[in-house]
């Protein structure tokens, strides 16, 4: 049995691009014959300084989410990063066998020191994943592309971890969607689409009504041709659109191409926008079912689980080291 382990930040809602990169794999990965982790990452969202009185409402809504999606919790352990103390001891002892070098080439890195300023938490962010991967064990990480490289160094530090104090860990894989790895802003093309509050037009959120995500879809740039056709480079509006159009029903960008080939630019972004849509009301529908109270006594519960998985991890490792 495979292990399997995710994060994702408590830092706004939940959007399209992390259904389409993330949770969808999610859902399936915990209806396969797996063990799995998935864990509201709130030590890493400190790294943007979030208001500490929005941060439980927070947590709660994104595992609700990932709850209303689908997520089987029969085999499945949801809980929250902070409550489990050895994500960060575990994140000190790997930050020995990680290069400074590597982590200032990390892309995210670049990224998000000249918007956040660079302050130590996003240079050894990716420790801390490597870490959070690394207490259970896990074999598969289902992740959007964005997450790729810090993927890369997680694997490059559990095996100096390995090569060096005997073989603990497994070295973990990425496991990618189809399609919809790497969703891109309706209004931003050239930039991912993200919890960001100042895009808030260029994402898609959870609990958008249908009127919200038509408006969206309706006023998302595209080009001055009128052809839908995938093309990255030239096109990167509309092929973000096939691509959400593509993953969504499940066929490929040919397919949607093929389908499109006689329709205009604006009938194409309402009928991308009426899937969506359809995609989306079902989850919303669920979330707003559940109650909290059975939420968070499942997290209690769940909590546990991934203390006694933590902690079993935690002695091995000490015992490695002689500490
Ligand atoms: P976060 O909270 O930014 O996103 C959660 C998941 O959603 C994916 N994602 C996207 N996929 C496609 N297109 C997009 N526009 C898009 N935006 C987000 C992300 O790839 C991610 O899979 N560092 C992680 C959280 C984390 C983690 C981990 C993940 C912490 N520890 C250990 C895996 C393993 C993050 O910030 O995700």
New binding site residues.
Partial sequence: MKTV?????P?GKV?L??F????NNWVEMSNGKNKNYF?V?DL?SLTTHPDPKDMDENILSTVKVLIAAGINLDNSTIYVQSKVSEHAQLSWILSNFCQIGDLQRMTQFKEKSSELGSHAGILT?PI??AS??LIHKAHE???????TQ?LELTRNIAERFNNKYGVIFPIPDKTSGKV?????SLRHPEN???KSADDINGTIYFDDSKDDIMKKFKSSVTDSEDEIRYDLDKKAGISNLIDIYSSIQDISHKEVEKKFSSSKYGEFKMEVGEVVANYIHPIFSNYDSLSDKEILSLMKTNLEIAKSSAKKTMEEVNSLLGI
């Avoid at 382990?5 to 930040?9: L, P, R």
Wanted: proline share 3%; hydrophobic share 40%.
């Fill in positions: 382990f995710s994060g994702i930040q830092t959007h691009g992390n389409l990169g993330a949770i864990c990452v890493h962010y801390l994943m959070d991967i990480v289902p992740v959007g592309d964005d997450q810090h919809g790895a790497r969703l891109m991912k689409m993200s």
